[in-house]
């Protein structure tokens, strides 16, 4: 099983930007397509963009145009860059391999431990 292991997040200032790094292991990440989520405290697990195997993306409503998600097969890993952040992206965020149907993406139950970030107003 591929294993994921999510970093770069930490506590920024309202309007900072960070960049979330998910390195995977044991697999080809080439094979699969990806997905961000975040989790806020007392909410449940959220989408937060999704990459598929050929570089289209998928975002949430509420972080299109200030987060983009990449994919770098050769060094296996994904990324979220995350612009113009606000209180409300406050959460833990964790990298997860899924897959599309459609415009639809479906997590599976390969989730890394995930990375906090913190936004301070």
């Known amino acids: 099983q591929v294993q994921l292991v999510e970093s770069g997040g930490g506590l920024v200032q309202a309007g900072e930007s960070l960049r979330l790094s998910c390195a995977a292991s044991g697999g080809m990440i080439s094979n699969y397509d990806m997905g961000w989520y975040r989790q806020a405290p007392g909410k449940q697990r959220e989408l937060v963009a999704a990459?598929?195997?050929?570089?289209?993306?998928k975002y949430s409503h509420s972080v299109k145009g200030r987060f983009t998600i990449s994919r770098d097969n050769a060094k296996n890993t994904v990324y979220l860059q995350m612009n113009s952040l606000e209180p409300g992206d406050i959460a833990v965020y964790y990298c997860?391999?899924?897959?599309?149907?459609?415009?639809?993406?479906?997590?599976?139950?390969?989730w890394g431990p995930g990375t906090q970030v913190t936004v301070s107003s």
């Open positions: 997860n391999i899924g897959g599309f149907s459609g415009a639809y993406y479906y997590p599976s139950q390969n």
């Open positions: 990459i598929s195997r050929g570089g289209s993306t």
